[in-house]
């Protein structure tokens, strides 16, 4: 995988905010699907993988292929303190954890990059496959957050 595309799509990854937030604030908690998320639960998923992400790089870096365990809002005790957040404060959060991201990956060298996890439902992966795998459900989870601010 080409770290230079990756990070580039991490840089700008979160530039779909922009529409998202041009529905009403009421929309973004709406729930036009009764039993989904809203946009901004969404949004507080994504802000807490962030975390996840972090958490999972320094993992594979410090451990020789650790077990990535596989987070689930079922499994996950510290997503419910970013579904209690209002939108713009997930957005800031979210906002300040991006460039320690990009940051941390930025400064790793070819072997730190080479160093694999193995994910509880991936198998091992990389940390070019782990940031490829954020960035998809990323992406996924944007799109939603859209939808569900536009009522559907």
């Not at 929309?27 to 699907?33: K, R």
């Not at 989904?36 to 999972?56: D, T």
């Not at 365990?69 to 970013?82: F, I, K, M, Q, Y």
């Not at 990956?105 to 954020?134: C, K, M, Q």
Request: zero cysteines; a negative charge.
């Amino acid at each position: 995988m080409d770290k230079t595309a990756l990070l580039q799509r991490l840089e700008s990854g979160l530039s779909a905010l922009e529409l998202i937030l041009k529905a009403p604030p009421e929309a973004l908690d709406a729930h036009p699907i009764p039993e989904k998320w809203s946009a901004r639960q969404n949004l507080a998923h994504l802000g807490r993988f962030h975390e996840v992400f972090l958490a999972r790089l320094e993992q594979i870096l410090a451990e020789d292929n650790p077990r990535l365990v596989s987070r689930t809002p079922e499994n996950d005790p510290d997503l419910a303190g970013w579904m209690e957040l209002p939108t713009l404060e997930i957005i800031r959060r979210m906002q300040a954890l991006r460039p320690k991201i990009l940051e941390r990956l930025r400064g790793l060298s070819d072997a730190e990059s080479a160093r694999t996890g193995v994910h509880a439902l991936f198998g091992p992966v990389n940390i070019g496959e782990l940031l490829e795998h954020f960035l998809v459900h990323e992406g996924h989870h944007l799109y939603v957050a859209l939808q569900r601010s536009r009522g559907h």
